[in-house]
């Protein structure tokens, strides 16, 4: 069974910057297509950023022109760098593998962004 964990998550002020990472194990992480979602209290799950596994990517436009994705296939690791937080960035952050219908989720880091 594939394994993802996110680390990076932390307590940031506006205007700061946070880089997540999402490692994975016992997988074939390359073949992968990527993604970063975050969930805020109350509201439901939403798509961040993505990329596949060619490299192409893409974002939500809340945080187009802030955040990038990244991917290292050597170190079977995906990062989301985030820059000019704000207060409505603040969720718990997922990062998620799929494949064909293969799906697995990591278990989440907090991201909170305040004075």
């Known amino acids: 069974q594939a394994r993802l964990v996110e680390s990076g998550g932390g307590l940031v002020q506006p205007g700061g910057s946070l880089r997540l990472s999402c490692a994975g194990s016992?997988?074939?992480?390359?073949?992968?297509?990527m993604a970063w979602y975050r969930q805020a209290p109350g509201k439901q799950r939403e798509l961040v950023a993505f990329i596949t596994s060619l490299g192409s990517t893409n974002y939500a436009d809340p945080v187009k022109g802030r955040f990038t994705i990244s991917r290292d296939n050597a170190k079977n690791t995906m990062y989301l760098q985030m820059n000019s937080l704000k207060p409505e960035d603040t969720a718990v952050y997922y990062c998620?593998?799929?494949?064909?219908?293969?799906?697995?989720w990591g278990q989440g880091t907090q991201v909170t962004v305040s004075s």
């Open positions: 998620k593998a799929t494949r064909s219908k293969d799906g697995y």
């Open positions: 016992r997988m074939f992480f390359s073949t992968y297509d």
